[in-house]
């Protein structure tokens, strides 16, 4: 059977040289030992734990930085492909798509519309107009998708006050073979008020 501990009498009787080594002796029938830590020892464990915790905070800061640069990835990834698909889609219907935009300044409440001689521009029927968007700089802007086989159309630019009053663009109309717009992509067309 294991022979019972023996109880040190008194901690403070115990030589301070021993220090923060802990000794045992073994004797039949008998044990002792040294609990008493030196302030060399306590102050290197806690540096050990403080080391260990800084250790630890980094670590969760590379792995947080890693995570945030794998999901902006994603993100990305994710963006190009839908927008790979959307031009995968236009090709396959074969529309040729056109951007019209022309810069003019709106006052409050006004707005502009494309209308033109195909059915995509409304015929020159403003209920039937298209919309257009403003964007920085006071450019209006706004993408129409017309079939394959679409050739010239002509357009002009409208503005609008609240939906109701009409003032056309003064001059000529403007002319535009949609035929030169290749198939899948985007033609940009860059407009001047007035300059048909």
């Known amino acids: 059977p294991t022979p019972p501990r023996r ?9 301070e ?8 002796g073994k004797t039949p029938g008998r044990w002792t030992a040294d609990v008493r830590p030196s302030r060399v020892a306590v102050c290197g464990t806690m540096a050990a734990s403080q080391e260990a915790l800084r250790q630890k905070v980094e670590r969760n800061q590379r792995y947080q930085q ?4 794998a999901a902006h990835a994603r ?8 927008w790979h698909e959307c031009i995968r889609r236009e090709a396959s219907l074969g ?3 056109v951007e019209f935009s022309v ?16 059915p995509e521009l ?3 029927n403003l209920t039937q107009s298209v919309a257009m968007r403003w964007t920085e700089g006071n450019l209006w802007v706004v993408k129409v998708s017309f079939p394959p086989d679409a050739t010239g159309v002509e357009y002009k630019f409208v503005v609008m006050q609240q939906g109701h009053d009409a003032q056309w663009e003064y001059g000529r109309n403007h002319a535009f073979d949609v035929s030169s717009a ?15």
Not at 17 to 24: D, E, F, L, P, R
């Open 75 to 82: 993100r990305f990834e994710m963006y190009d492909r839908a």
């Open 17 to 24: 040289s021993k220090g923060a080594a802990a000794v045992c």
């Open 95 to 97: 529309t040729r798509a």
């Open 182 to 196: 290749s198939v899948g992509e985007i033609a940009m067309r860059r407009d001047v008020w007035g300059c048909g």
């Open 122 to 124: 409304g015929r020159w």
């Open 7 to 15: 109880q040190v009498q008194s901690l403070e009787a115990l030589p």
């Open 66 to 69: 890693k995570f945030r640069e």
């Open 103 to 118: 810069h003019y300044e709106t006052a409050f409440g006004q707005d502009l519309r494309l209308v033109g001689s195909t």
